[in-house]
């Protein structure tokens, strides 16, 4: 059974930093992208980062750029977003992905996380 589990998720004030872990278990996603996603109360999902196979590359959203950290530990089987000068429009269930495919035109993922709550007050 595959398993992608995030943690670390939490309160924060505004400026906070918080680092989401995500550890997958069942099998490797070593040749694998693995990324985040966010979703807001009322709000679309939306993308956050991503991270390739080869942790060569990484994309970020607009609207965290420079702010935020994606990184991966192949050892650990697991993916990292360190979360910097968090603002409260970050406030979101933040969901693990992996595995993407492109289906008419937009990136599916195989694997999600069950999703951790970060809350950024003000």
């Known amino acids: 059974q595959v398993q992608l589990v995030e943690s670390g998720g939490g309160l924060v004030q505004a400026g906070g930093s918080l680092r989401l872990s995500c550890a997958a278990s069942?099998?490797?996603?070593?040749?694998?992208?693995m990324g985040w996603l966010r979703q807001a109360s009322g709000k679309e999902r939306e993308f956050v980062a991503v991270?390739?196979?080869?942790?060569?590359?990484?994309l970020y959203s607009d609207s965290v750029k420079g702010r935020f950290t994606i990184s991966r530990d192949y050892a650990k089987n697991t993916v990292y977003l360190q979360m910097n000068s968090l603002k409260p429009e970050d406030t979101a269930v933040y969901y693990c992905?992996?595995?993407?495919?492109?289906?008419?035109?937009?990136?599916?993922?195989?694997?999600w996380g069950q999703g951790t709550q970060v809350t950024v007050s003000s």
């Open positions: 992905v992996a595995k993407s495919r492109l289906v008419a035109g937009k990136y599916e993922y195989d694997y």
């Open positions: 069942g099998r490797t996603f070593s040749r694998d992208d």
């Open positions: 991270i390739n196979w080869s942790g060569g590359s990484t």
